[in-house]
């Protein structure tokens, strides 16, 4: 089956500062990358949808300068969370699929918590 | 209104009972997303179809396209599948999907 890695899993920082989330896929090449941010006890949520080489594009009320995505390789996509604020701090999910319409592969998730 | 309904949204059974999971969408979609969502978050995709039946071991979801409704159903249930469950579809008027709220399943020993 195909494989998605995300790392780190789990990331502390202090208000103010960056963090980069990696989303890898293993063992195919992923034109589309979808990432998502998931809070306690509520269902996923799109941020942006990004397509190797090109600019990503980012649901309704996502701020596209606070959260950086680069999808500059077939297989790997990155979060930025500029100027973490505490209110940033949840379950960051990146997905990878073949192209938009096919089947997403999951990665594990990072756990990002703000002080 | 929510595009993408189900249900139930909790779900308790005793091992070994036969589960059904329902999906309903008020949109045209190209194809139906079934995902698994361990307690630790990791999510598992189950299924993508966009007709009929598809079944993998205990697994079977099915989809009836003229009824905008989906049916994912776990036979001999076991402790492990406790999880939520979530559909997502993808509408078929362009680069699109919604996703339903989960159904948060519980297997008891």
């Known amino acids: 089956g195909a494989v998605v890695s995300q790392h780190p899993s789990r990331v502390i920082c202090k208000s103010g500062t960056s963090v980069k989330i990696e989303c890898r896929s293993l063992?195919?090449?992923?034109?589309?990358m979808f990432w998502y941010r998931q809070f306690p006890k509520q269902s996923l949520m799109l941020m942006a949808t990004s397509n190797e080489g090109s600019k990503a594009t980012y649901e309704q009320g996502v701020e596209k300068d606070k959260f950086l995505i680069n999808h500059a390789s077939l297989t790997l996509s990155t979060l930025t969370v500029t100027s973490a604020h505490p209110e940033d701090s949840s379950f960051y999910i990146c997905?990878?699929?073949?192209?938009?319409?096919?089947?997403?592969?999951f990665g594990p998730g990072t756990r990002l918590t703000v002080l | 209104k929510n595009e993408v309904e189900q249900s139930p949204q909790n779900l308790t059974a005793q091992e070994g009972e036969f589960i059904t999971i329902n999906c309903s969408y008020s949109v045209g979609i190209s194809a139906l997303h079934w995902l698994q969502q361990h307690p630790g978050g990791g999510i598992v995709s189950l299924f993508m179809?966009?007709?009929g039946k598809k079944k993998h071991g205990r697994l079977i979801a099915t989809i009836n396209i003229q009824e905008k409704h989906s049916s994912l159903h776990i036979t001999a249930s076991h402790p492990r599948d406790s999880a939520v469950y979530i559909c997502a579809v993808f509408l078929n008027t362009g680069n699109q999907f919604y996703f339903g709220t989960g159904t948060s399943l519980t297997v008891i020993p």
């Open positions: 997905s990878a699929s073949r192209d938009f319409y096919n089947e997403q592969f």
């Open positions: 063992d195919f090449q992923a034109t589309t």
């Open positions: 179809l966009s007709s």
